[in-house]
């Protein structure tokens, strides 16, 4: 997640590598995200992002702004297979981190698109994160007034999702 909105200490990628420090965990984290970016542009950009060196974990949380936007669920699982199979190439191991679609376009669209980071996650033996946003959506108070995009509480919430599975990756747990 790009931190729309947020100044860059408190944006996810800021909060979660400054939490993990804390806790004694050497890491670094890149943030690769753009803000309103879609599965089709993570695509387009993944090659050179992970050109970085010593590149260990991939946490791929891309799929939000297709949903926003209508994006065939299909076009976006495709989208995402891709970048697994890149990561992969290059032996970087993957989180995936999900995301649900409200009713919106309707309850067809709805099943389509959860449906995509189980099966993705089912096909490549990937640790699932199944909602990033759990505990956060539906919460005012940990959203911006936009009431879509988590604001610096909010961020903490999903720092903490993320840190487990992070930590787990660490532990050689995944």
Do not use: C
Not at 118 to 132: C, D, M, N, V
């Amino acid at each position: 997640m790009a931190g729309y909105g947020l100044p860059k200490e408190q944006q996810l990628s800021m909060v979660l590598e400054k939490n993990l420090q804390k806790k004694g965990y050497n890491i670094k984290i890149i943030n690769g995200s753009v803000s309103g970016s879609t599965s089709s542009g993570g695509l387009n950009r993944v090659k050179w992002t992970l050109e970085e060196p010593n590149i260990d974990l991939l946490i791929l949380g891309l799929g939000a702004n297709d949903m926003l936007r209508g994006i065939d669920p299909q076009e976006t699982k495709k989208n995402l297979d891709n970048i697994i199979q890149i990561a992969q190439g290059k032996n970087i191991k993957i989180i995936l981190a999900g995301m649900l679609a409200p009713t919106t376009h309707g309850i067809g669209y709805k099943k389509n698109f959860d449906r995509i980071y189980p099966s993705l996650a089912t096909q490549y033996k990937l640790p699932l994160i199944p909602f990033l946003l759990e505990g956060v959506a539906m919460k005012p108070e940990l959203n911006q007034s936009d009431g879509i995009h988590p604001n610096r509480e909010g961020t903490v919430v999903m720092s903490v999702t993320l840190e487990k599975s992070i930590i787990r990756f660490i532990k050689k747990k995944y």
